[in-house]
């Protein structure tokens, strides 16, 4: 570990922040337990330097059908090039999206030889949660090599795995490191970059809440990390126009906030710092869509809508707020969702006026966090808002 001085966390490139630790204000010492970081176009050249430790054993490469044919033949091609043993394993995906089930966890492992030094996956949300439950139980090493910018996940401890009709998030581990590929990143799906971009958002009314629960149930809260985090979503906010055009540059900025993120919930040990009651809410419609057996939106863009839905309830509650509470206007969050063409209403999610309802008023006893929606509660005004909610996005007048 590298010792720092807090100050000087602002002018790190992201690059350069595994490793690095720090005595903090508010009280802690934070550190990076990152060994590697990788954020540029065209990442091979790194990616087999990076790799070199592990060359002794074998590499388990694991990718779908989709993301092999972005990179991961690529990947594949510099490896026997630079004379790696490796075994490269591609999920198919047919028709419907893969799902981290038991299933695939299963497959993975089954797949795996006994002398394997590292597996590296070549994907995004799935491939990343399934390596890493995998990873985890094994004591192996793992890294990702991210082909959408469309989830804060690379940089995190959990798996969200679904077992039975439930989606649970099993404690894992950081990854080895992480590789992301902005030239490839580009060229993601427009719906995988607006979930990213939908994600990034919930930092906004994540950051509300986390100072709401700072003054209402007197939670831990540190200044530097939420800064960290607000500074990388400014400057993503910023390139925003960027983002449907398709600009590597942008691209880059919502990667490197969507990394950053994962590293800030590492450094504080809580996900407050990027994930809030939009998350609760979007939570809520994935699980309760699984367990009907129907689909639901990509994670990001959930959150997306849900951003909008929490703003508005700050609001709606904003005359009974304790002072200093920094939440996003809903007008700001509407306007930036419309830039990228992404979804205002729930509706258009596939989430019905009962699903709504139900989400409105149960989704904050899902995870034991403090959000608007206990204090809207606390206030017995919960019950009020969501049907006028509901009314604004199911009603006849179709707002
Ligand atoms: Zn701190
Ligand atoms: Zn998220």
Redesign the pocket.
Known sequence: MNMIEEKDLFNINIEDLPGLSFN???G?K?SVDIEKLVVRTNILDELVKALEPFKKGKLFVVSDSNTYRVLGNRVVNRLQEKGFNYKSFMFEVGENDLIPDMNLVGRLLIELDNDVSIILAVGSGVLNDLSRIVAFRTKIPFAITGTAPSMDGYASVGSPLVVGNKKITFQAKYPYAIFADTSVMKDAPMEMIKAGYGDILGKLTAKADWQLARIMAKEYY????AKLVQNAVDKCINSTDGLTCRDEAAIGSLIEALILTGISMG??GISRPASGTEHQLAHYWEIKAIERGMKHPLHGNAVGTATLITAILYEMIADKLPQGIEYPSSSYVRRLLEKVGAKTNPRELGIDREMFMDGMLNAMYMRDKYTILRFCDEQGKLKKFAATLADRFYGHDGL
């Open positions: 903090c204000s508010c802690k934070h540190c200044e530097t990390t450094l504080v």
